[in-house]
């Protein structure tokens, strides 16, 4: 709608490329902070020893005269599912 300044969208993409390439710039924060200068502040607060499950936070930068945004989230990542090959991820914002 052209009155609104942000559109949010929920969408489901396959990509045909390695795995471990998309996880490294996308999900890996400490990878992504050296490419995506919006992305900052980036903590782990618990992590599983298989990296399965973690808690995180990172900042998120915004334009001008609009406050930055906070992000507190848990992340669960399954290899192999939902079938030989695939990575799920699930991200869940959680309350701060």
Do not use: C
């Amino acid at each position: 709608m052209d009155d609104r300044p942000v559109i949010m969208m929920k969408t489901l993409s396959t990509l045909n490329a390695p795995m471990e390439a998309l996880w490294k710039v996308g999900v890996d924060f400490d990878i992504r902070m050296k490419w995506d200068p919006n992305v900052t502040d980036f903590r782990v607060f618990d992590e599983t020893a298989d990296h399965s499950m973690r808690r995180i936070s990172y900042r998120f930068k915004t334009p001008k005269f609009t406050a930055d945004r906070d992000f507190y989230v848990i992340q669960y990542i399954k290899k192999d599912f939902p079938e030989p090959g695939s990575w799920s991820l699930i991200g869940k914002s959680l309350p701060a």
